[in-house]
């Protein structure tokens, strides 16, 4: 039961560049939304998140953008730089409360000088 | 935000050998949950605990597993039995909205 989807499994991108990691949803009743960054051997890190009130969040060089006609949801980072290289893992949740969080399969991203 | 600890790093048990994973909060948050990562997949939802009573949990979290927040600090997941296949990264998180996750048990069932 795929319910949140992050169809590329890598990205690369050049230092200074954009970079821009996709993910897609398929529960209409998911209303938050947030982006994790994950190194090997350690637990996923908060980046940003969103509410399904909004189509734009930006955090310093990270932008998260929702498409909720679409369910499609992107993050922006820029400029990319060598320390973002991870994995990247999208999640969807119900805003509030105890609700747990759906994770996508998540994409490693490699930022190279 | 404060840090959510977990302990050990790293357990290796026999199969058939009882595991228990620790977490330590430090907050009062209310909403505490397990996750789990076999290597090379998704972060997969475990259970969630909300005012020391399982809330939700998912169908990976069967008979052989149980939580508990035995003095109001720390919250504990048991294995009581490990197979081969609870090979896997244990991730203890808080939440308000965002979940906020420790740095994660590795239990390696040989």
């Known amino acids: 039961d795929q319910q949140v989807k992050q169809n590329s499994p890598s990205l690369s991108v050049q230092e200074g560049r954009i970079s821009i990691l996709n993910c897609d949803y398929t529960n209409s009743m998911f209303d938050y939304f947030l982006w994790y960054k994950k190194y090997p051997a350690e637990g996923p890190t908060f980046l940003i998140s969103i509410s399904s009130i909004k189509d734009k969040n930006e955090d310093g060089r990270f932008t998260v953008f929702l498409n909720k006609s679409a369910k499609h949801l992107s993050l922006h980072i820029v400029p990319s730089q060598p320390g973002d290289s991870a994995v990247y893992f999208c999640?969807?949740?119900?805003?509030?409360?105890?609700?747990?969080?759906?994770f996508g399969a998540g994409t490693r991203l490699a930022v190279h000088p | 935000e404060p840090e959510v600890t977990q302990t050990p790093s790293h357990q290796v048990t026999q199969m058939g050998q009882e595991v228990i994973l620790r977490c330590v909060p430090i907050s009062n948050h209310l909403y505490f949950y397990w996750y789990r990562q076999i290597l090379g997949q998704k972060v997969e939802f475990l259970v969630s605990?909300?005012?020391?009573?399982?809330?939700?949990k998912s169908e990976i979290f069967d008979d052989q597993f149980s939580v508990e927040r035995p003095d109001g600090s720390n919250f504990t997941l048991k294995i009581r039995s490990t197979k081969l296949e609870d090979s896997a990264m244990y991730f203890c998180?808080?939440?308000?909205?965002?979940?906020?996750f420790g740095q994660g048990t590795r239990l390696t069932v040989v």
């Open positions: 605990f909300y005012n020391n009573e399982i809330s939700e």
């Open positions: 999640a969807a949740s119900h805003l509030g409360g105890y609700n747990k969080l759906i």
């Open positions: 998180a808080k939440k308000n909205t965002e979940a906020f």
